[in-house]
């Protein structure tokens, strides 16, 4: 009966890849179970007969092949990662800062920009593993036309579930060939993210070229923030090639701050010319930011437009009177 209880409730345990078992009161290497590899493909040192009959010698794991030129070559250049910058807009909550920050440092990115968070001690997220440069060193704005400035192409995000689109569609695997394109030229791409709660606002993606629309079921459209810069971020690395049908941009396009002064200009001279009601100014100002983006300007007619607005401008502007003759 006590050699009955003793097999019934204490079996020997087994040598396998999750046991270690004891030998002699030492910890004996882990052994890999016969039969998870096919048959003449053990790794080297790995094997039934591994170190002869009774050798000790020790049992190597199962090592993961490193090719030349692997995965790691499908990432972008030092200096193209440099121009790329990820803009968390109004994030809430400090721990999906963190994870942004963290698939950051996964991907080999470093700029990382906040506009207006609703925590103020963000930087102290513990979910930044790995990560802590990226957090340190990100730069907080108070508004996404001031993390953007600088920024020759703006990608928003987001889902079309409950959006209708005012800028270009661009599928989450179409996302590298153009990021690839405006960095090839000298440019530098903002990768802008919305708050966890509703996204980015049709305010905030009037200032984006392109919406990258990330897949997701209708049924959970929203994806956690952390997650979301990750697939973007892991698409960058795998598909970090340009486009064999898209030719190259001869240079970078205009930056955001430059196309928002003309807006500037533009909007003052409708003013001038008393276009539209006070009422309608809002909505002519975000509709013009479209626009501006939508015609992909480059900086040489950019100057040309801006300077012929500003003699519209100054022609319409009532001139000062000179002052009537003293008495």
Request: charged fraction near 20%.
């Amino acid at each position: 009966m006590r050699g009955y209880l003793k097999s019934r409730f204490h079996p020997p345990k087994a040598v396998g890849p999750p046991q270690v078992a004891r030998r002699g009161g030492q910890l004996a290497p882990p052994q890999v179970a016969e039969g998870s590899w096919p048959p003449g493909r053990w790794p080297k040192g790995v094997g039934p007969t591994a170190g002869g009959a009774g050798g000790r010698r020790e049992l190597a794991p199962p090592q993961v092949a490193q090719v030349a030129g692997g995965y790691n070559g499908f990432l972008l250049s030092e200096s193209q990662r440099d121009r790329l910058t990820v803009v968390l807009v109004h994030p809430r909550n400090p721990l999906n800062i963190g994870a942004a920050a963290r698939a950051l440092a996964n991907f080999g990115f470093a700029h990382l920009s906040v506009v207006s968070p609703f925590e103020p001690h963000w930087r102290e997220a513990k979910s930044a593993v790995g990560a802590p440069d990226q957090l340190q060193n990100a730069i907080a704005t108070e508004s996404l036309a001031e993390a953007i400035a600088q920024s020759t192409l703006v990608l928003g995000t987001g889902t079309l579930t409950h959006r209708k689109p005012e800028q270009p569609v661009v599928e989450l695997p179409d996302l590298a060939p153009r990021v690839v394109a405006e960095l090839a030229s000298g440019g530098r791409v903002a990768l802008v993210f919305g708050p966890e709660k509703h996204g980015l606002t049709c305010e905030d993606l009037s200032y984006c070229h392109l919406l990258v629309e990330i897949p997701t079921d209708p049924r959970q459209p929203s994806m956690n923030l952390g997650q979301a810069v990750a697939v973007c971020l892991y698409e960058l690395a795998v598909r970090a090639t340009p486009s064999q049908s898209a030719p190259l941009p001869e240079g970078p396009g205009p930056t955001s701050a430059h196309l928002d002064l003309l807006a500037a200009v533009i909007e003052q001279s409708m003013h001038a010319a008393g276009y539209s009601p006070l009422s309608m100014q809002p909505a002519n100002r975000h509709d013009l930011r479209l626009m501006l983006r939508r015609l992909s300007l480059n900086p040489h007619d950019l100057r040309r437009i801006l300077g012929l607005f500003r003699r519209i401008l100054w022609r319409l502007r009532p001139k000062p009177q000179p002052p009537p003759d003293s008495v």
